[in-house]
T-cell receptor, first 110, second 117 residues
Framework: GIQVEQSPPDLILQEGANSTLRCNFS?????LQWFHQNPWGQLINLFY???GTKQNGRLSATTVATERYSLLYISSSQTTDSGVYFC????????????FGTGTRLKVLA | DTGVSQDPRHKITKRGQNVTFRCDPI?????LYWYRQTLGQGPEFLTY????????KSRLLSDRFSAERPKGSFSTLEIQRTEQGDSAMYLC???????????????FGPGTRLTVT
């Protein structure tokens, strides 16, 4: 089955720093979403981005489906950005289920 | 739009007991998904429904697990004869698939954290 790898696995930043999180997937996908999982376990939708580039405030994302990767940019990080970031993909095999990546655990220090 | 809700938020049970969780999707959403997340891992797919039809089940869904969505609205996930390995966060999500407004975008509930002692 498809492999979804995220890097880096762990990231520690000082407040105000910028970062780039990467999601690589091993097969063609119909959809890709980025989520932030807060300390209480809630998965918060960040971007629904099967292709192209989107921006929302300090966050932006780019997916290059033909090259099988997506990037999530966080600028001017804040302590509230801490948590785990997941990408999730839907393969082209006719299913609608998400396959989640391995996650990036981010800690932003004040 | 009140979002996806799940009940209970936390459940502690003894090994061998049965438990049932409920998920209420976003009102207009006709697809409903269940995932399981263990500590330090990403969520893993269990099953999904389109309206009341259960269209896909993961091999993770053993015979002790059953899910229903009887009227195409809320769903229940039951675990019979719980084992310590069932301890996890159980997440529900929903999405819309209808004509030209189909979307794969899934919205997740807050989860039910199950602890089996």
């Amino acid at each position: 089955g498809i492999q979804v790898e995220q890097s880096p696995p762990d990231l520690i930043l000082q407040e105000g720093a910028n970062s780039t999180l990467r999601c690589n997937f091993s097969d063609s996908v119909n959809n890709l979403q980025w989520f932030h999982q807060n300390p209480w376990g809630q998965l918060i939708n960040l971007f629904y981005i099967p292709s192209g580039t989107k921006q929302n405030g300090r966050l932006s994302a780019t997916t290059v489906a033909t090259e099988r990767y997506s990037l999530l940019y966080i600028s001017s990080s804040q302590t509230t950005d801490s948590g785990v970031y997941f990408c999730a993909v839907v393969t082209t095999s006719g299913t609608y289920k998400y396959i989640f990546g391995t996650g990036t655990r981010l800690k932003v220090l004040a | 739009d009140t979002g996806v809700s799940q009940d209970p938020r936390h459940k502690i049970t003894k090994r061998g007991q049965n438990v049932t969780f409920r998920c209420d999707p976003i009102s207009e959403h006709n697809r409903l998904y269940w995932y399981r997340q263990t500590l330090g891992q990403g969520p893993e797919f269990l099953t999904y429904f389109q309206n009341e039809a259960q269209l896909e089940k993961s091999r993770l869904l053993s015979d002790r697990f059953s899910a229903e969505r009887p009227k195409g609205s809320f769903s229940t996930l039951e675990i019979q004869r719980t084992e310590q390995g069932d301890s996890a966060m159980y997440l529900c999500a929903s999405s819309l698939a209808r004509g030209g407004r189909s979307s794969y975008e899934q919205y997740f509930g807050p989860g039910t954290r199950l602890t089996v002692t």
